[in-house]
């Protein structure tokens, strides 16, 4: 069982950066691929950003590559996602996720544990 808990969401202007957190806890956090999934209202939750266990392979949606960075610190079982020069199209509850598994997936249902979400506004 994993326990995931982000933080860092909040309201920025357009071009702005916010940098998301996501403390894991309850086994072996290296072992875990970690996603980053985001739900607008009224749209479906969309794939961001996914990271290897190792941190060795990335993966970004088109929409954000270039602007966001996913990344992880295995001694502090803590992922992260850096979100710069973030549009009002941004805006949205984004979640961070884990796989059972070591490598990085962009499918929602290859995750088995989730967060609760932060929210991310951005005015224009």
């Known amino acids: 069982q994993v326990q995931l808990v982000e933080s860092g969401g909040g309201l920025v202007q357009a071009g702005g950066s916010l940098r998301l957190s996501c403390a894991a806890s309850?086994?072996?956090?290296?072992?875990?691929?970690m996603g980053w999934f985001r739900q607008a209202p009224g749209k479906e939750r969309e794939f961001v950003a996914s990271?290897?266990?190792?941190?060795?392979?990335?993966y970004y949606s088109d929409s954000v590559k270039g602007r966001f960075t996913v990344s992880r610190d295995n001694a502090e079982n803590t992922a992260y996602l850096q979100l710069n020069n973030l549009k009002p199209e941004d805006t949205a509850v984004y979640y961070c996720?884990?796989?059972?598994?070591?490598?990085?997936?962009?499918?929602?249902?290859?995750?088995?544990?989730w967060g609760q979400g932060t929210q991310v506004t951005v005015s224009s």
């Open positions: 996720a884990a796989r059972s598994g070591f490598g990085a997936a962009t499918s929602f249902d290859r995750y088995v544990y």
């Open positions: 309850g086994r072996t956090f290296s072992g875990n691929a």
């Open positions: 990271i290897s266990g190792g941190g060795g392979t990335t």
